[in-house]
Every structure is written in C-alpha cells, then in structure tokens.
C-alpha cells in the first residue's frame, strides 16, 4: 500500500508583466483571473480576493513587483514590464 499523499501543492503564480502602477481591479483582469471588471469588483466585496496571502477588499489597493495575487484557486504574480514596452510609442512626423 503506498502512503497517503498531502494535499496537492498549488501550481506555482503566473508572471504577470504590466505597466505601472496598476491598481487590483486592473491586475485581475490584466493577468486574466477574471474576465470582466464587473467580476473582479464582485470578488473582491465578497472577500474572495488576497494579495500576498492578505484578505484586499479594496478594488484600488495599488500593487508593487512581486506582489502576488489569488482569486478562484488562481494565482499571478505582478512583475513590471520592461521599460521599453512602459515607454511612450514615438510620435510620427506628418
């Protein structure tokens, strides 16, 4: 008979690279752990949001690098994108 196993460890956050700053409601769209905005909202009032494993009930609670977000069993790390895809695009001459 072979042990019994733990519970199964949770797949390791997704890197997540976005413009900064970016506030909860935007990240949770961005990293695809909703699918609407209206979704994100409703997750985070009803508690079902954590950052960095903390209870965040607030839509505009502003994230940082390294900060990792869970909703539904899912999880994304906020990772900032690189400062060339942050840069404005150049302006054409006309």
């Known amino acids: 008979m072979t042990p019994a196993k733990g519970p199964k460890k949770?797949?390791?956050?997704?890197?997540?690279?976005?413009?900064?700053?970016?506030?909860?409601?935007q990240f949770l769209k961005a990293a695809d752990l909703?699918?609407?905005g209206g979704e994100g909202k409703m997750l985070i009032v009803e508690g079902m949001v954590t950052v960095n494993g903390q209870l965040e009930q607030r839509r505009?609670?502003?994230l940082a690098p390294g900060d990792v977000v869970q909703a539904?069993?899912?999880?994304?790390?906020?990772?900032?994108?690189?400062?060339?895809?942050?840069?404005a695009p150049p302006h054409s001459a006309t």
């Open 10 to 25: 949770p797949a390791p956050p997704a890197d997540v690279s976005v413009r900064l700053p970016i506030t909860l409601g």
């Open 34 to 36: 909703v699918s609407s």
């Open 60 to 62: 505009g609670h502003k």
């Open 72 to 87: 539904r069993g899912k999880a994304a790390r906020v990772a900032a994108a690189p400062a060339a895809a942050r840069a």
